[in-house]
């Protein structure tokens, strides 16, 4: 079963962010076969870290609550909240096989939260600029709740246009860089 996992900053807390990166990266370690993608996003500008999004294929949804809530930034208080949800990899392929590789071009977070009758349950027809896209589902996985992607474009605004902004409840677009060691 594929999750989305996108932990939230808590304001202040890049510090301790920092001092954590090896004990975040070595528990990311033990998950490598699984990860379909990973990375942190910032603030406009690149600067301030924002988040961290993980994107990892675990047998069930209580392997998928370990893996969020037993993380070492999640421990120690650098995140704020979690948004942890079932998703479908609609592209078949992990970021490391993303055509673009891992550098050039601006890099973005796109979630569109959303209830009712699914929207964009197919990717757009520009694949090569998207490095990871799926649905956000239920528990169950019966029950859509929004999408996320993870997209190469050249500013926000074209990041934010992959999905149908309008028939979402709210869109947020985060700059995004990918993650793991160099």
Same mark, same amino acid.
């Given at each position: 079963?594929?999750?989305?996992?996108?932990?939230?900053? +808590? $304001?202040?807390?890049?510090?301790?962010?920092?001092?954590?990166?090896?004990?975040?990266?070595?528990?990311?370690?033990?998950?490598?076969?699984?990860?379909?993608? +990973?990375?942190?996003?910032?603030? #406009?500008?690149?600067?301030?870290?924002?988040?961290? &999004?993980?994107?990892?294929?675990? $047998?069930?949804? $209580?392997?998928?609550?370990?893996?969020?809530?037993?993380?070492?930034?999640?421990?120690?208080?650098?995140?704020?909240?979690?948004?942890?949800?079932?998703?479908?990899?609609?592209?078949?392929?992990?970021?490391?096989?993303?055509?673009?590789? +891992?550098?050039?071009?601006?890099?973005?977070?796109?979630?569109?939260?959303? #209830?009712?009758?699914?929207?964009?349950?197919?990717?757009?027809?520009?694949?090569?600029?998207?490095? #990871?896209?799926?649905?956000?589902?239920?528990?169950?996985?019966?029950?859509?709740?929004?999408?996320?992607?993870?997209?190469?474009?050249?500013?926000?605004?074209?990041? +934010?246009?992959?999905?149908?902004?309008?028939?979402?409840?709210? &869109?947020?677009?985060?700059?995004?860089?990918?993650?793991?060691?160099?």
């Amino acid at each position: 079963m594929e999750f989305f996992c996108y932990h939230r900053d +808590r $304001p202040g807390s890049a510090g301790l962010r920092d001092e954590l990166l090896e004990a975040h990266w070595s528990y990311m370690d033990r998950y490598e076969a699984e990860l379909i993608a +990973r990375g942190p996003t910032f603030a #406009a500008g690149g600067d301030t870290p924002t988040g961290s &999004v993980h994107i990892v294929d675990l $047998p069930d949804a $209580p392997a998928a609550r370990a893996f969020a809530f037993d993380e070492p930034n999640q421990q120690a208080g650098v995140y704020r909240d979690v948004l942890l949800r079932r998703w479908r990899n609609l592209l078949g392929r992990t970021m490391w096989e993303f055509p673009g590789g +891992r550098s050039g071009g601006n890099r973005y977070l796109v979630i569109g939260l959303g #209830a009712g009758e699914a929207v964009d349950l197919e990717p757009p027809s520009d694949r090569d600029e998207l490095v #990871a896209y799926g649905p956000l589902l239920s528990d169950d996985g019966q029950a859509w709740l929004g999408t996320a992607a993870l997209v190469r474009a050249p500013d926000p605004e074209t990041a +934010r246009a992959v999905l149908s902004v309008d028939r979402y409840a709210d &869109v947020e677009v985060h700059e995004w860089e990918f993650g793991g060691r160099r």
